[in-house]
């Protein structure tokens, strides 16, 4: 690995890419907080630079191609070259299959789905230059179908088959990629969920418990902690994994 430690999080504005960011600045990278508005990073970068840790903020929408390869670019140039990538950016256009629009499916599926494969296409040769590099994909137990969200759940599965792939090509190079797939995270996302719902967030946080086996529902944190150990050089021989972290196999 070299000497400069620069970490890309999209998707970091808040929620689970919020927290990754501060732990990994926390555990040393200097950080690239990405967002698709750049201003909305301000408290992520400011969070990291009280503590002592070198933060950016960088507006990207990660599903346009110039605008992704003008974000890695403008990482490279002010912090270093990228070694870590987390594409965790999405969005939520849930509905019933007979009721969801094409353009409910073209988005998700191009946030998530696209938006992974772009940045990851220009921020993986920085990694395959250095010899060394993680990918952590954001998944979700969606993947694994649920009511509703066949949008998200074949991008979240889709992402799954990117991530093998990826560890596939990328290996010999030095790079590891995996996924994570989290279960019952608490944050805007869900609470809006239980808005679309019409149940209140405390209520529909505790009944998510109910069927999680430690009986907990997940915190940015969580998530944060396990992408922390994957782009440690302590998982440099975990690759092409999707890594279940939901307070049980299945929830």
Same mark, same amino acid.
């Given at each position: 690995?070299?000497?400069?430690?620069?970490?890309?999080?999209?998707?970091?504005?808040?929620?689970?890419?919020?927290?990754?960011?501060?732990?990994?600045?926390?555990?040393?990278?200097?950080?690239?907080?990405?967002? =698709?508005?750049?201003?909305?990073?301000?408290?992520?970068?400011?969070?990291?630079?009280?503590?002592?840790?070198?933060?950016?903020?960088?507006?990207?929408?990660?599903?346009?191609?110039?605008?992704?390869?003008?974000?890695?670019?403008?990482?490279?140039?002010?912090?270093?070259?990228?070694?870590? =990538?987390?594409?965790?950016?999405?969005?939520?256009?849930?509905? =019933?299959?007979?009721?969801?629009?094409?353009?409910?499916?073209?988005?998700?599926?191009?946030?998530?789905?696209?938006?992974?494969?772009?940045?990851?296409?220009?921020?993986?040769?920085?990694?395959?230059?250095?010899?060394?590099?993680?990918?952590?994909?954001?998944?979700?137990?969606?993947?694994?179908?649920?009511?509703?969200?066949?949008?998200?759940?074949?991008?979240?599965?889709? =992402?799954?088959?990117?991530?093998?792939?990826?560890?596939?090509?990328?290996?010999?190079?030095?790079?590891?990629?995996?996924?994570?797939?989290?279960?019952?995270?608490?944050?805007?996302?869900?609470?809006?969920?239980?808005?679309?719902?019409?149940?209140?967030?405390?209520?529909?946080?505790?009944?998510?418990?109910?069927?999680?086996?430690?009986?907990?529902?997940?915190?940015p944190e969580d998530i944060a902690g396990t992408v922390a150990f994957l782009v440690g050089d302590d998982a440099s021989f975990v690759s092409g994994q999707v890594i279940y972290v939901a307070g049980g196999p299945r929830a």
């Amino acid at each position: 690995m070299t000497d400069t430690r620069v970490a890309i999080v999209t998707g970091a504005a808040r929620g689970i890419g919020a927290a990754t960011a501060v732990r990994l600045a926390r555990e040393g990278f200097a950080v690239a907080v990405c967002d =698709l508005d750049e201003a909305a990073c301000a408290d992520t970068v400011e969070t990291i630079t009280k503590d002592g840790g070198t933060a950016l903020a960088v507006g990207v929408d990660v599903a346009d191609t110039a605008r992704a390869d003008a974000a890695v670019a403008r990482v490279a140039a002010e912090l270093g070259p990228p070694l870590v =990538l987390v594409n965790n950016a999405g969005i939520t256009r849930d509905n =019933l299959l007979f009721k969801m629009s094409d353009d409910d499916w073209d988005a998700v599926l191009s946030v998530h789905l696209r938006g992974s494969f772009v940045m990851t296409r220009a921020a993986q040769a920085h990694m395959t230059k250095a010899g060394w590099g993680r990918i952590v994909n954001l998944s979700s137990v969606s993947a694994l179908g649920n009511r509703g969200q066949v949008n998200y759940s074949a991008a979240k599965a889709g =992402l799954q088959g990117f991530t093998k792939t990826l560890a596939i090509e990328l290996g010999r190079f030095g790079v590891t990629a995996n996924a994570i797939a989290p279960g019952f995270i608490a944050t805007e996302m869900t609470a809006a969920t239980a808005a679309r719902v019409g149940v209140d967030f405390e209520d529909f946080k505790a009944a998510a418990a109910r069927e999680i086996p430690v009986r907990r529902v997940g915190v940015p944190e969580d998530i944060a902690g396990t992408v922390a150990f994957l782009v440690g050089d302590d998982a440099s021989f975990v690759s092409g994994q999707v890594i279940y972290v939901a307070g049980g196999p299945r929830a």
